[in-house]
């Protein structure tokens, strides 16, 4: 079966502050593939990131990157000087190979202060 | 392109009512899906689609009926609405590749069953 375990519920941070969000999943395949949305307050879901299982190279994106384990199932998510309008609820999720079916995590709810 | 459109966007139900949330994608999306989410619980996948005339249950199928009579549209059907059905509701589409699958997402449907 396969499962992903956010295991921070919510973290506060003050702004400028650097943020790891983790992420680790389960599943029996070797072909997989992962993701992060992000969720603000306004409710809709923005993709971030994809991610195959073949593909253990790190990724950054401006103030985001993502790193992906293979050896610890992991697939953390860091933001680098955080800002307000990064608050948000954040999913990562894992789909097998050859599924259809996207199974996410329960979210990490991300507040920036100011 | 409007994207993936969902209406309404809040409805109320008294337990017993039935009611269809709708879902259509302009984007000729093979892949159609029916997410719920509710607090700290994250996504869970109702029903999914894979074309038109083709359906399967996902995670937690019970009291929702769906069919995919066309590309575009993806209803959901609440045949008897019980309070535990109360949730937002999420309609996602995307194309189907040789590798995975980044679902588009409608803005979200707000149920609530008194």
């Known amino acids: 079966a396969q499962k992903v375990t956010q295991a921070q519920t919510e973290i506060s941070v003050v702004e400028k502050e650097d943020v790891t969000l983790d992420c680790v999943y389960e599943?029996?395949?070797?072909?997989?593939?992962l993701f992060w949305y992000k969720q603000p307050p306004s409710g809709e879901l923005v993709f971030l990131i994809r991610?195959?299982?073949?593909?253990?190279q790190n990724e950054i994106s401006g103030r985001y990157s993502w790193n992906f384990q293979k050896s610890t199932s992991s697939f953390n998510f860091t933001i680098t000087a955080s800002q307000v309008v990064d608050s948000a609820v954040y999913f990562c999720?894992?789909?097998?190979?050859?599924?259809?079916?996207?199974?996410f995590g329960k979210g990490t709810k991300l507040t920036v202060n100011p | 392109n409007a994207g993936v459109t969902q209406t309404p966007k809040f409805q109320v139900l008294k337990t017993g009512q039935s009611m269809t949330l709708q879902c259509a994608q302009d984007?000729?999306?093979?892949?159609m899906s029916w997410y719920r989410q509710d607090p700290g619980m994250g996504l869970r996948l109702i029903h999914y689609?894979?074309?038109?005339?083709?359906?399967d249950q996902g995670e937690v199928p019970n009291g929702y009926n769906v069919s995919r009579s066309t590309t575009e549209d993806f209803p959901l059907r609440l045949l008897s609405a019980a309070p535990s059905q109360t949730s937002v509701y999420f309609c996602?589409?995307?194309?189907?590749?040789?590798?995975?699958?980044?679902?588009?997402f409608g803005a979200g449907s707000r149920l609530t069953v008194l």
């Open positions: 996602a589409s995307s194309y189907r590749s040789a590798g995975a699958n980044v679902l588009t």
């Open positions: 689609s894979v074309g038109a005339g083709i359906t």
């Open positions: 991610r195959n299982s073949f593909d253990e």
């Open positions: 984007m000729n999306h093979e892949y």
């Open positions: 999720a894992l789909l097998q190979g050859g599924s259809e079916k996207l199974v």
């Open positions: 599943t029996r395949d070797t072909t997989y593939y």
